[in-house]
């Protein structure tokens, strides 16, 4: 083939992932508030959006997250409303960026590796960092993992460069973002002092000294035996959820096709004679430079660790990406493949590809999963259904309350006369003398999660004299995770009676 063909051939394939990129990342963007603030975004929204800095400080110390994420969103909130608009549009410009980095990281490291094709490392890191599941799923999420993406992207960029400046600022701030950028950087201290790097690992040591402080305040409530009490320990489900979260649906088939394709590759799509590699006096191991060693480092501490205090979250292993996605790019840009093999891995990616525009976008497109949730949670459905009651209950009524501000803010409903009240709020009218002919009982979730707080405050209200049923609202399809229970009054029980 001319120099002339391929470089048209290398212009058109580089135009093209351009454009898928671009399509993945502005279908993200159309979808910003295509589905409702689900319980963790509500807790975002209830933790950042506070009147004064103090107040959201003096909140975060009963809190299982250290403070930038939500300080940064504080501040973006004073820029822009407070809505679920901006607080997901926060993110997915993150998530650009991080993906932007993690792309010129692998370019940067296939520059260093004689027989990598930077061209092809930068389109397959592209690929990755702005298609696949992982980062897609929270690139319009109002939680801190793009943000810690972007900065673990951007500590490995400076760590590879040896600019221990802008490697100490990335570490303090990866490590006020997540614990887990704490625990990725303490890794990454060890390894650097086992290989000797001590400038490196005193630099990481040193810029995990404000999150260490910050959790040492807030010992506490982390170290309390209901801190995290949601995380099971390690087991093959953490394996599947995982890769799952990187490869889409069905991740074990899927892997087993790729793990076909790397044989056929391997017997009948390489060459004969492959490049040599520099020595490694002169270029370091691709692993050490991409930060993916100490980055499985941490994945292995954190595993054994979790059977005894569980850590180990899948999402959480997003920290992995700013490593893997590189490291992934750079060995399959040196791979001297043969016409036959290029065939086939162009095939495989394309596949792949393929199955990410569904995958990646199951819990955010409401076309594709049929009823707008995301994470099992319709809070914004049953907010809208009973604005207009006086009384609502729930135990989970400040996430409500959330709920209502937000769809208030989005200028989907009126604002409320009456707040949701919980089970306390509802001991209180049912004491009273005057009880009302109707009340409504709520939570959001799968009807297994959410049986046992709508039966304590149904049983509540049975006791009084009212008489509960379940309640459609907007069509038991559109809404399976939105639980209502309507409660009329048939024979009020007085107090003296009870």
């Given at each position: 083939?001319?120099?002339?063909?391929?470089?048209?051939?290398g212009?058109?394939?580089?135009?093209v992932?351009?454009?898928?990129?671009?399509?993945?990342?502005?279908?993200a963007?159309?979808?910003?508030?295509?589905t409702?603030l689900w319980?963790?975004?509500?807790y975002?929204?209830g933790?950042?959006?506070?009147?004064?800095?103090?107040a959201?400080?003096a909140?975060?110390?009963l809190d299982?997250?250290?403070?930038?994420y939500?300080s940064?969103?504080?501040?973006?909130?004073?820029?822009?409303?407070?809505s679920?608009?901006?607080?997901?549009?926060?993110?997915w410009?993150v998530?650009?960026?991080g993906?932007?980095?993690?792309?010129?990281?692998?370019g940067?490291?296939?520059?260093?590796?004689?027989?990598?094709?930077p061209r092809?490392?930068?389109a397959?890191?592209a690929?990755?960092?702005?298609?696949?599941?992982y980062p897609?799923?929270?690139a319009?999420?109002?939680k801190g993992?793009?943000?810690l993406?972007l900065?673990?992207?951007l500590?490995?960029?400076w760590r590879?460069?040896q600019?221990w400046l802008?490697?100490?600022?990335?570490?303090?701030?990866?490590a006020?973002?997540?614990?887990?950028?704490?625990?990725?950087?303490a890794?990454a201290?060890?390894?650097d002092?086992?290989?000797?790097?001590?400038?490196?690992?005193?630099i990481?040591a040193?810029?995990?000294?404000?999150?260490?402080?910050?959790?040492?305040?807030?010992?506490?409530?982390?170290m309390?035996s209901g801190?995290?009490?949601?995380?099971?320990?390690?087991?093959?489900a953490?394996?599947e959820?995982?890769?799952?979260?990187?490869?889409?649906?069905w991740?074990?088939?899927?892997?087993g096709?790729?793990?076909?394709?790397a044989?056929?590759?391997?017997?009948?799509?390489?060459?004969a004679s492959?490049?040599?590699?520099?020595?490694?006096a002169?270029f370091p191991?691709?692993?050490e430079?991409?930060?993916?060693?100490?980055?499985?480092?941490?994945?292995?501490g954190?595993?054994?660790?979790?059977?005894?205090?569980?850590?180990a979250?899948?999402?959480?292993?997003?920290?992995?990406?700013?490593?893997?996605?590189?490291?992934?790019?750079?060995?399959?840009?040196a791979?001297p493949l043969?016409?036959h093999?290029r065939?086939?891995?162009t095939?495989?990616a394309?596949?792949l590809?393929i199955?990410?525009w569904?995958?990646?976008?199951?819990e955010l497109?409401?076309a594709v999963n049929?009823?707008g949730a995301?994470?099992?949670?319709?809070?914004q459905?049953?907010?809208?259904?009973?604005?207009a009651?006086?009384?609502?209950?729930?135990?989970?009524?400040?996430?409500?309350?959330l709920?209502d501000?937000?769809e208030?803010?989005?200028g989907?409903?009126?604002e409320?006369?009456y707040?949701?009240?919980g089970a306390?709020?509802?001991?209180q009218?049912?004491?009273?003398?005057?009880?009302?002919?109707q009340?409504w009982l709520?939570?959001?979730g799968d009807?297994?999660?959410?049986?046992?707080?709508?039966?304590?405050?149904?049983?509540?209200?049975?006791?009084?004299?009212?008489?509960?049923q379940?309640?459609e609202?907007?069509?038991?399809e559109?809404a399976?995770?939105a639980?209502?229970?309507?409660?009329?009054?048939?024979?009020?029980?007085?107090?003296e009676?009870?």
């Amino acid at each position: 083939m001319s120099a002339e063909a391929g470089g048209w051939r290398g212009r058109w394939g580089g135009a093209v992932v351009v454009l898928v990129c671009s399509a993945f990342a502005l279908r993200a963007l159309l979808l910003l508030d295509a589905t409702g603030l689900w319980s963790d975004e509500l807790y975002t929204v209830g933790k950042s959006f506070q009147p004064s800095y103090a107040a959201l400080l003096a909140m975060l110390r009963l809190d299982t997250h250290p403070p930038l994420y939500y300080s940064l969103v504080w501040l973006w909130g004073q820029l822009l409303p407070a809505s679920a608009v901006t607080l997901r549009l926060f993110s997915w410009i993150v998530y650009l960026a991080g993906g932007l980095l993690i792309t010129a990281q692998a370019g940067a490291l296939a520059s260093r590796w004689s027989s990598a094709r930077p061209r092809l490392a930068v389109a397959a890191a592209a690929l990755m960092a702005f298609c696949s599941p992982y980062p897609v799923r929270f690139a319009i999420e109002g939680k801190g993992y793009a943000l810690l993406v972007l900065l673990v992207a951007l500590a490995w960029w400076w760590r590879q460069r040896q600019q221990w400046l802008g490697y100490s600022a990335s570490v303090v701030l990866a490590a006020l973002t997540h614990y887990y950028g704490l625990f990725l950087f303490a890794a990454a201290a060890v390894w650097d002092c086992w290989r000797r790097r001590r400038r490196a690992s005193l630099i990481a040591a040193v810029g995990l000294i404000p999150a260490l402080i910050w959790m040492a305040q807030a010992s506490a409530y982390l170290m309390r035996s209901g801190t995290g009490a949601w995380i099971g320990r390690p087991d093959f489900a953490l394996l599947e959820d995982t890769l799952a979260r990187a490869l889409g649906l069905w991740p074990l088939p899927k892997l087993g096709l790729l793990l076909l394709v790397a044989v056929v590759v391997a017997r009948a799509g390489l060459q004969a004679s492959q490049p040599d590699c520099k020595s490694s006096a002169e270029f370091p191991a691709l692993a050490e430079l991409s930060g993916l060693t100490p980055s499985l480092l941490m994945v292995g501490g954190v595993v054994v660790i979790s059977f005894w205090k569980p850590l180990a979250f899948s999402r959480y292993f997003v920290v992995l990406l700013p490593a893997l996605i590189p490291w992934l790019a750079v060995r399959l840009s040196a791979l001297p493949l043969t016409q036959h093999g290029r065939g086939v891995v162009t095939l495989a990616a394309a596949a792949l590809v393929i199955t990410w525009w569904w995958h990646s976008f199951r819990e955010l497109d409401p076309a594709v999963n049929g009823h707008g949730a995301r994470e099992a949670d319709q809070f914004q459905l049953v907010s809208r259904a009973l604005a207009a009651e006086p009384h609502r209950f729930s135990r989970r009524e400040r996430l409500f309350n959330l709920s209502d501000r937000m769809e208030v803010a989005a200028g989907r409903m009126t604002e409320p006369l009456y707040p949701w009240g919980g089970a306390s709020a509802l001991d209180q009218l049912l004491a009273s003398s005057a009880l009302p002919v109707q009340l409504w009982l709520a939570d959001s979730g799968d009807v297994e999660g959410t049986r046992p707080r709508l039966k304590a405050l149904r049983r509540r209200a049975e006791a009084a004299g009212y008489r509960c049923q379940k309640a459609e609202i907007a069509g038991s399809e559109a809404a399976p995770y939105a639980q209502v229970q309507q409660c009329q009054l048939e024979a009020p029980l007085h107090s003296e009676h009870r």
